[in-house]
């Protein structure tokens, strides 16, 4: 937006230092205590290969779900997904991923990841999630390596806590056989979550 | 090996080639002609979608007993216990199929959706058993043709694979009865009583799961029945032109591109 006046320059910097100021420390060390996702600041992405020949990335719009965060407390983190809300910017691409080839969203309609084990490093800072990822029926081991973003308060009183989790999974242990060889078998999946203290 | 020609190989070179192999070794000895091409139905399927889970998981994992369940009922004896057989069995297994849309989001349009496609195999089964169809082969292929690109047009490959291959299957006997210009057919009752309730059961995974239009839906289940109600030689016509109507629907619902 053009600035017009010295009244609007000075509102706009006034603005931007307040919002500095309360911005989440991309340093500090997330504090413990319950954590509920923040839906509308969270994001699971997902990359498959394509043909052998691209990187094909979708992601899912619906997420929800919480997490303890405190080294003296077993871990504790669940969320869930709404299959349906898979996005992959392509209507006809995603009816595809819905059906039965491969999501089969309307006998799984959510899929579900369990963490009960979590491990830090020195700082404090959680490093790897362990747990349980069910999916189209299949329910299996998984491991995402965490990437702590940053923590801190909010501009409107709360605390955020971010991270990025990131796990390569194969299709075919979770029973999506079809198509193997358009669509790859290794499957990326990126959790950007954004969560607020309780 | 290019997808597209694995997925030719597997839902009409494969089952087509191996029928027609069957249909030139077994000539008229129609238990050779049911098993086999049961069989040859099965291994393409196991190949499409890389062997059922057992016990089943999904909707497609309980095709294969609707098949095995619809040759065992041509050693029930009765021929009144036989339809009711056929209609308690293919009822049993639209209802597994259906459970898991029943159970997450149960609606009285589903139901009966499901109760229209039971009373329509009862007829269906009740008629074959009486009459003598016209073309049944060729009409259940025209079907089939048309249930797969449908499929394949508004969602799922995999049951259009499946219903191609089915198509696949009875494709052979299709063009006999075409070169013998619809006077005789070598495809049995006994072969229709098996491969229609898996051509009505993929009709419904279509519409439960790869949400395949309600219009398009009730086309592809008019022309089996109108074909079997109104037993006149050129009624596969009618089938051609509702199949026709049906993926026109699709064509005309869906976005322009082809391929993604």
């Known amino acids: ?198 | 090996m290019s997808p597209y020609l694995l997925i030719i190989l597997q839902s009409i070179a494969f089952p087509f080639g191996l029928s027609g192999l069957l249909l030139w070794r077994a000539g008229h000895r129609d238990v050779y002609k049911v098993i086999g091409n049961v069989l040859i139905w099965l291994i393409a399927y196991a190949w499409i979608i890389q062997w059922p889970e057992l016990p089943p998981g999904e909707a497609v994992d309980w095709l294969w007993l609707l098949l095995v369940a619809g040759i065992a009922a041509r050693y029930i004896a009765h021929r009144q216990m036989r339809l009711f057989y056929r209609t308690a069995v293919f009822a049993s297994m639209i209802t597994a199929i259906a459970w898991p849309v029943l159970h997450y989001q149960p609606s009285i349009a589903v139901v009966s959706e499901l109760v229209i496609l039971i009373v329509a195999g009862h007829v269906l089964f009740s008629r074959i058993e009486q009459i003598q169809a016209v073309a049944p082969a060729l009409t259940l292929t025209i079907q089939a043709t048309g249930l797969a690109i449908a499929c394949a047009l508004s969602g799922s490959l995999l049951v259009g694979q499946l219903s191609a291959a089915l198509a696949a299957v009875i494709g052979g006997y299709a063009i006999l009865e075409i070169f013998g210009r619809l006077r005789k057919t070598l495809f049995s009752a006994q072969q229709s009583l098996v491969f229609l309730p898996l051509y009505l059961s993929l009709l419904a995974i279509a519409r439960l799961y790869a949400e395949l239009p309600s219009v398009t839906t009730i086309l592809l289940l008019a022309g089996p029945v109108f074909c079997v109600l109104v037993p006149w030689r050129h009624s596969w016509v009618i089938s051609l032109l509702f199949n026709a109507c049906a993926i026109g629907l699709v064509l005309m619902n869906s976005d322009n591109t082809a391929y993604y």
């Open chain 1, 1 to 198: 937006m053009p600035f017009h006046s010295k009244e609007s320059v000075l509102k706009y910097f006034t603005l931007a230092t307040l919002l500095g100021l309360s911005h989440p420390s991309f340093a500090e060390v997330a504090t413990p205590g319950s954590y509920r996702i923040d839906p509308g600041h969270s994001t699971v992405f997902f990359s498959i290969s394509h043909l052998g020949t691209s990187e094909m990335t979708g992601r899912f719009n619906d997420i929800e779900g919480s997490f303890v965060l405190d080294k003296e407390q077993p871990a504790k983190l669940d969320v869930s997904i709404k299959t349906a809300s898979i996005d992959t910017n392509h209507e006809k691409r995603d009816a595809h991923l819905r059906s039965p080839d491969f999501f089969n969203v309307k006998q799984y309609p959510v899929m579900q990841f369990s963490a009960d084990k979590v491990s830090y490093d020195k700082q404090g800072q959680p490093v790897t999630l362990h747990g349980k990822l069910s999916l189209h029926g299949k329910t299996r081991p998984v491991s995402f390596v965490i990437t702590p973003v940053g923590a801190g308060k909010d501009p409107w009183g709360g605390y955020r806590v971010g991270f990025n989790a990131s796990t390569t999974l194969k299709r075919s242990e979770f029973g999506m056989n079809f198509m193997p060889g358009g669509i790859g078998e290794e499957v990326t999946v990126t959790l950007n979550i954004e969560a607020m203290k309780e």
